[in-house]
């Protein structure tokens, strides 16, 4: 009973396919739902690249120097950067935008300073900021033929030679800005 609800869970809550998962199955091999292991994947990617990232502006903003914590906000960068494009983009590219997306939020540290923000958790550096970039790489990078691996989406970006994807990622970053900036 405890294998059949671990099965249910698994397939209907995670949109996950566990026909080839070995202990859940008889081991036959199973080609469909192929986007959501893309986007499982690609989040680890990113998160990892995230803290690499961090990490590496931190080394050379305090000549040698780096810590956990600059790690584990690396982490949530390239979370926050992928989370657009998890189930749009390949493996290698969803490493870079978690790098990028890391590097442009701990390059704009001081951002609190500037806007003269009083807020310790850096949540719009993170976050907002993070966001943004993620969108807009999302824009550039998306590839159709991962996206049409659902059998229902084609979202070609830049790299596919499609660039009108861009604009649509910016006025979308540029509408959720005027909407958070004027009613929150």
Request: with cysteine; hydrophobic share 45%.
């Amino acid at each position: 009973m405890v294998r059949i609800q671990r099965r249910l869970c698994l397939e209907r809550h995670y949109s996950l396919d566990v026909s080839s998962f070995p202990p859940l199955s008889t081991l036959r091999p199973s080609h469909t739902n192929t986007q959501p292991r893309y986007a499982a994947f690609n989040t680890n990617v990113a998160a990892s690249t995230g803290a690499i990232g961090w990490v590496l502006v931190d080394y050379i903003r305090t000549r040698g120097r780096f810590s956990v914590v600059g790690a584990c906000e690396g982490v949530i960068a390239g979370l926050v950067g992928i989370t657009p494009a998890a189930g749009y983009v390949s493996l290698w590219l969803a490493a870079l935008i978690g790098f990028l997306t890391a590097v442009v939020c701990a390059s704009l540290q001081d951002l609190n300073k500037w806007l003269r923000i009083d807020e310790g958790l850096y949540v719009f550096n993170l976050h907002g900021i993070g966001g943004m970039v993620g969108s807009f790489l999302t824009g550039i990078f998306a590839e159709q033929a991962i996206s049409a691996l659902d059998g229902a989406s084609l979202y070609p970006g830049r790299i596919n030679g499609v660039g009108v994807q861009v604009g649509k990622q910016f006025a979308e970053i540029t509408a959720i800005s005027l909407y958070s900036f004027s009613v929150s």
